[in-house]
């Protein structure tokens, strides 16, 4: 007798394990699948760096998860962290500029 195959869960009810990510600095091969889930995937990575503790992880731990990212991905990571809280923009400056740095040919093109 066959079993109804269980439908995946939608990314946006997995729990996402900042933390391992972070300390391990590595997202499991294909684990964003789509440009929608990388979007998604961001969304939630913002809200959960400026909802745990300072020190709960380095910015050398953000910027490896960030350079996994597609780079229209780092781009909005900087984008919507600046509309969800512009004041801490100051504490994220050193891994902006690395990260915009990279892009400086492609945003006078």
Same mark, same amino acid.
């Given at each position: 007798?066959?079993?109804?195959?269980? /439908?995946?869960?939608?990314?946006?009810?997995?729990? #996402? /394990?900042?933390?391992?990510?972070?300390?391990?600095?590595?997202?499991?091969?294909?684990?964003?699948?789509?440009? %929608?889930?990388?979007? &998604?995937? #961001?969304?939630?990575?913002?809200? %959960?760096?400026?909802? #745990?503790?300072?020190?709960? %992880?380095?910015?050398?731990?953000?910027?490896?998860?960030?350079?996994?990212?597609? /780079?229209?991905?780092? #781009?909005?990571?900087? &984008?919507?962290?600046?509309?969800?809280? /512009?004041?801490?923009?100051?504490?994220?400056?050193?891994?902006?500029?690395?990260?915009?740095?990279?892009?400086?040919?492609?945003?006078?093109?």
């Amino acid at each position: 007798m066959d079993s109804p195959q269980q /439908p995946a869960t939608p990314f946006a009810a997995q729990a #996402v /394990p900042f933390a391992e990510f972070l300390a391990s600095g590595k997202l499991p091969d294909g684990y964003l699948t789509s440009e %929608y889930i990388a979007q &998604q995937f #961001v969304e939630r990575l913002v809200h %959960y760096i400026l909802s #745990v503790p300072s020190g709960s %992880y380095s910015m050398a731990e953000l910027s490896k998860l960030l350079e996994q990212l597609d /780079p229209r991905a780092q #781009v909005f990571f900087f &984008q919507r962290l600046k509309e969800t809280s /512009p004041e801490c923009l100051k504490d994220f400056a050193p891994l902006y500029y690395g990260f915009m740095n990279e892009f400086d040919s492609l945003l006078f093109t």
